[in-house]
Each structure stands twice: as C-alpha cells, then as structure tokens.
C-alpha cells in the first residue's frame, strides 16, 4: 500500500497477557517512530528507529515495553504482560530523513 | 532538548471566519522542519502544512498558513474561512535529526 498501516486496529485484551502490534511503513522510509495517545491526550513518544536500529527507546515506559524493527522495514511492539494504564492508542510514522514523517490510522489497545 | 509548546488547550471559531493557533519551539539546532498535523475524531494523523526552517517564506497550503518566525521561535498556523470539517486536535510538530517531538495539541471547534 501507498501509507503507513497498522495491525490489528483494535485489540482487546486481558490484564497479565501479552500483546504485539505491528507496523508497517511507507516503503523507503529508513526511520520509523512509535507513540502512544491516551484519550483526548497528546502524543506521548516510545521509540524511534533509524534502519534496524533505535537510537532512542527513551520513551518506553518500563522493561515491559520492548520493539524491534526487521529488514529496516517492519516494526513490532510487544507489551508484555498488560496492565490497564496500558489502554491507549498506539500511532506509528514513517519519514524519509527530513522529510514529513506520516501516521499509520492507529491501534486501540483495551486492557480488561 | 527540543520542547515544542501550545498555549491554547481549546479554541473555537464561527463557520468562514479566521482562527489562529499558536506554536512555539525551543531548540539550538540550525536546520529543521515544523509540522502542523490535524487529529479529527477518526484519530487519524492528517499532515496539514510543513515548513523549512531555512526558507523564510511561510508555506501556504490552500486555507492553511503559517506564520513562521524563526528568530522568536514562533510557528502559528492561520486557517482561514473556517469549515466545520476543520473541527479536530492540531497538533504542532519539530523535526531535526534523530528528533520528532510535538506540542499538547490544541482542540479545535468549529461552529455554524
């Protein structure tokens, strides 16, 4: 496809369980990023990638956390063991070096 | 670091009149780029405008503009003959290596 998307787009989970999300960028796009939105908030950033690698993870907000990128195309952000702080909308973008970064539609993760 | 800010949580304006949004930004860098993004209740992440730090011109897209003030740090987004499809979180956004950083947002009413 010509954008960013994001799988699945909703995911409803229970508390202790462990839960991935999956973007896929724009192709050609070397950097990727992950932020999380809580409702009606604002953004809040995970982690950037630059290729494979993720020169700032600064955002993840506890060893729970954990994302990788793969072929410097796709990414996957694994929550493990959820807690119900972790509902949210989790938003992933994708630029070309300083070229606008463009958003995936999102993925709503509930946490019963 | 980069601190992107928003003053305004919320705003409202009439259908087809001007409404301004105010941005501003700190940073030590010399070459970046800033963002207006626009959230509608969708959640998607819809790119508005863009502008290069190192033009001086202010970017035009449409109904949309920018007042960019390099020097002050300042990068206010002007939507002019208001439509009730503006109605939507903006959002304000930096870009330079290695950093994608945005404002709080600001909630944008428009009303017939």
């Known amino acids: 496809g010509a954008g960013v998307s994001q799988s699945p787009s909703n995911k409803v989970t229970e508390k202790g369980k462990d839960v991935e999300l999956r973007c896929d960028p724009i192709s050609g796009h070397t950097a990727l990023y992950w932020y999380r939105q809580s409702l009606g908030q604002g953004l809040e950033f995970l982690i950037y990638?630059?290729?494979?690698?993720?020169?700032?993870k600064s955002g993840l907000p506890s060893d729970r956390f954990s994302a990788e990128r793969t072929g410097g195309s796709v990414s996957t952000l694994t929550i493990q063991r959820t807690q119900q702080e972790d509902s949210a909308v989790y938003l992933c973008?994708?630029?070309?070096?300083?070229?606008?970064?463009?958003f995936g539609p999102g993925t709503r993760l509930t946490v019963l | 670091a980069q601190t992107v800010t928003q003053s305004q949580p919320e705003m409202s304006v009439q259908e087809a009149e001007t409404v301004t949004l105010s941005c501003t930004y700190d940073t030590s860098e010399n070459n970046y780029y800033l963002f207006w993004y626009k959230q509608p209740p969708s959640r998607q992440m819809i790119l508005v405008i863009r502008?290069?730090?190192?033009?001086?011109q202010n970017a035009t897209e449409n109904r949309f503009s920018v007042n960019f003030q390099k020097a002050a740090k300042s990068f206010s987004l002007k939507i002019s003959d208001s439509q009730l499809g503006d109605t939507a979180m903006y959002f304000c956004a930096f870009l330079n290596v290695n950093k994608l950083v945005f404002g709080a947002g600001t909630i944008l009413r428009v009303k017939s």
């Open positions: 502008q290069e730090a190192y033009k001086q």
């Open positions: 973008a994708s630029n070309y070096q300083l070229g606008p970064p463009f």
């Open positions: 990638f630059q290729g494979n690698s993720a020169p700032d």
